[in-house]
């Protein structure tokens, strides 16, 4: 419509040669950034509630003594929360189970799902299936993972009746203190190995076929291939795995709320459980977001690695 | 003739290297089938056995566990007396809500960041940007002020919305925008069409792909989601399926073993079947969720 009105009332070289800036930046006003502002508008008014301003209250409440029942008798404490977050024993060990559980699952995911990736990437019969077998537990709620997970480690459970059948002793899994939280981590990495294999598989397939030919030409074994080509070049892939499964096992809380409610000796009380319990159950979001601030910001560090990571990814 | 002799060893030396292969295959398939399969089909075959039965199967261990014999429809019965039905209503409506609401909104905003050049797209992309770092969990405390602030609290509406402008589904939507040509996007404009005629008419119909993946994903994520319906919704007739399974199981009391695997199977199931239709898409779409 405006480009087929300028040529009539505008004489070529003429008027619109007098205001050139108002003109366009008026033009580019109507033809740019208004549409623009109307695509984006709603995404990002979602985005200011549920995302800042979350963070600005989240700021505001870690300095308040509050209560959910009584948000009008809030008192200010400074920095107490913040105190109590480094000297609470309770929010000290959740911290430091956490801090663990994520060591455990990544430190057994990697080579796991690289070893699995391996086989994918390979010429065996029945990868497609595996692929899917491995993957089902991705697509599975985290609530019923744990709920299986239950059942399959409960005392008179499924894999305590199969340890029975082959004549080894019970294991007390999940009410032990020195088995819980390595239980857990289990769990875990059976829950997430499809996706980090399929991650891992990715990267496989990005490393040019040549490079292996030309090795196999010099007489480098599968062992030496593996070492000297695969492992160096998909290093981006591990280290992108490893900043994805240290986010989610970050925000782990399903286990420690169906499976042991942070039992036992508080050995499986995970930070999200702990905030969560905190907030909801002890009725101290103040202190709760003190914590939940720790969190994000070792979050924020991971994730900043991340996109270093992401935006260097093509380079070989 | 020393060529015949090779030729004839080679093709022995094959035939041991695919049997050998064959093993292989076997021995993994059986090991995966174990561990990611069978408890699987011990959650569904338990949901059609009374408590007796379950436990029964288990001590001694007989391999009738992984099949319903005396199959019982008494678990699914009391699921849906106890309200099951409305939680999984509940749970499709949440799911409803936040595929269409991330469609409607990451769609638009993605093409405002992919299609026009105005002034301080840098800025906008950079404030989305960052959010794409905050852990959702950790932030389940003051969302939940939030939305009380807003008077929202204990609603369907509520377990969805924070979750529509999804940074995610902006991003997988901006990938696939890119792949179109922008001659597309001309040749349109010289045909007198806005903005809003090159999206819902030159962009879309050519990203049927990447909507699928974000369609499929969304859902699954909703559906699955836990702790924060957990939080915000407190009336029993309002609770989502993930939280009337969590709390069946809840330690202190005994939990009903086939009920609860009931519940579990009838909400993991169609998923499944969901999954195996359609696992190119959620294979893609999830392994390119990185963080969220």
Redesign the interface.
Known sequence: MPSGRAPAGVQPGGGSAKLPPPGRARRRWRRETLPALGFLTPFLVLLLIFQYLPLAVMARYSLYDYSLFNPSQAKFVGAQNFIQVFTDPATLQSLLITFIFILGVVALVVPISFIVAVYLNGKLPARALVRTMIFLPVVTSSVVVATLWTFLLNQTGLINSLLQAVHLPPAGFLTDKHQALATIVVMTVWQQLGLASVLFLAGLQSVPRELYEAAEVDGAGVLRRTVSITIPLISRTTLFIVVVMTVFALQAFAPAYIMTGGAPEGTTNLIIYQIYQTAFQLQQPGYASAMSIVVLLFAIVISLIQMRLLRTRWNY | MTAKTGQRSGWGRGLLRRSA??T??GI??AV??A???L??L??VSSSFKDQKTI?AG????SWS?FIPVHATMSNVVALFQKGIGQALLNSLIVAVIQVGGTL???A??A???TR??????GV?FG???V????????????????VSG?GLQDTLLAVA?????SVFG?FLLRQAFEEIPIELDEAARLD?A???RI?LSVILPNVKTAITTLCLVTF?FS?????WP??VIQSPQRQVI??A??QS???GELPN?GI??GG?AI??VP??VL??FA?RF??QG??ST??K
């Not at chain 2, 959010?131 to 939030?146: D, K, Q, R, W």
């Not at chain 2, 559906?223 to 702790?227: G, S």
């Open positions: 292969r064959m292989a295959a993994v398939l995966v089938v561990v990611f399969l408890p699987y011990w959650m436990f288990l001590s001694p261990f566990v409607l909104v990451c638009p905003a093409y405002a960041l026009i050049r105005f002034r301080g797209r906008i404030l989305i940007l959010t794409f770092m905050l852990p959702a969990e950790a932030l389940v405390v003051p969302m939940y002020g939030v807003l919305l924070p979750w529509i402008s902006l007198g806005g903005h809003v999206f699954l559906w699955n989601a836990f702790l957990l939080t993930q939280v399974i969590a199981v809840a330690a073993w609860t695997f579990a909400a993991t998923l499944i999954f195996l696992q959620f294979v999830l392994a990185g963080l």
